[in-house]
């Protein structure tokens, strides 16, 4: 018990702390004048896909952190510069850098490369590419099908800032740390509270039971009963299931399709570990009552993508 309750707590902090730093990241860049300057630069961007400049600097932030591009995101739409029929595509087109550049290249692909070797691990972190890729495609087709059009009302962000704007010093980080409060007063305990009812959830078994209900799919995919062990390590940490993967296939156990297949099914864990423990809190957080359709939409489009990918899988491999 004194385990789980360590665990609970490196959790906890670990959450509290990443939120934190990208939410006071978020609005001190904003106070420098960073994203003013960006929004000179979205303007084909936004003609083409019709989206605001506000939804295109929200997924240019998102970029550079996740949590406070999406903050920031929240931010234009109480104040009315996003509409609420944007803020979905936005957060589903935005998933893209967010996996290239805060996810993949920062952890998961140096990871997958030792643990996986580097065919299967590179082909891997192609197949996640792909997935959060096709997710953005989509997203921007709809965007561009149903949001632009000539009767479209001009975005309301700032004009660019003029030069001085970008220094920074300490009445800047302060005057970022004092609007990034009253997001923090509202994302921290919604965070904590999930952390602690997901620590519950794993104590009492409920996970366990979660884990065996994938074993139909793996069925399904023609996959060996094996591969369920590297499944159920994935709400462990992906990595305890690329060291399983890696090793059924040392073994012969998997071939390079299974293999592949099985890590996808797994990014589908781990997925839905992370709205489980962080994105549905956040998005609750940040859109209230609109959050639950926030969530179950871009949930939904994170799993149709990854079965689009396991049916590549099975075509190419």
Do not use: W
């Not at 936005?90 to 065919?119: D, H, K, N, W």
């Not at 192609?126 to 479209?152: C, H, M, V």
């Not at 099985?262 to 859109?287: A, C």
């Amino acid at each position: 018990m004194a385990g789980i309750a360590v665990q609970v707590i490196s959790s906890a902090i670990n959450a509290v702390l990443l939120v934190t730093v990208g939410v006071i990241v978020a609005n001190i860049l904003a106070e420098i004048g960073v994203f003013s300057r960006l929004s000179s630069l979205t303007g084909p961007l936004c003609r083409v896909s019709g989206l605001s400049d506000a939804c295109v600097l929200s997924i240019v932030a998102m970029g550079v952190n996740a949590t406070a591009g999406k903050s920031m995101l929240a931010e234009y739409y109480r104040d009315g510069k996003v509409a609420e029929r944007e803020v979905i595509p936005v957060l589903i087109m935005g998933a893209f850098p967010v996996v290239l550049g805060e996810s993949l290249f920062r952890v998961q692909l140096p990871t997958a490369l030792v643990l996986l070797g580097p065919v299967v691990g590179g082909i891997y972190t192609g197949l996640n590419l792909f997935s959060s890729g096709i997710q953005a495609l989509f997203a921007f087709l709809y965007s561009r099908r149903f949001l632009a059009g000539p009767g479209r009302a001009p975005s309301s962000v700032p004009p660019p800032a003029p030069a001085a704007a970008l220094a920074l010093n300490q009445e800047v980080v302060l005057a970022g740390c004092r609007k990034a409060v009253p997001t923090l007063r509202r994302v921290v305990p919604i965070t904590l509270a999930a952390l602690i009812a997901f620590a519950l959830l794993s104590a009492t078994g409920v996970m366990d039971s979660v884990a065996a209900a994938f074993d139909p799919l793996l069925r399904a995919a023609g996959l060996p009963g094996e591969s369920a062990a590297a499944l159920v390590a994935q709400f462990i940490h992906f990595s305890a299931g690329y060291a399983i993967v890696a090793s059924l296939l040392g073994g012969g156990v998997l071939t390079l399709e299974t293999a592949l297949v099985t890590l996808v099914l797994g990014s589908m864990v781990v997925v839905t570990l992370i709205y489980v423990k962080y994105s549905v809190p956040l998005y609750l957080s940040l859109f209230g009552r609109f959050g639950v359709r926030v969530s179950l939409v871009t949930y939904a489009a994170s799993m149709a993508a990854k079965v689009v990918t396991v049916a590549l899988v099975f075509l190419l491999f």
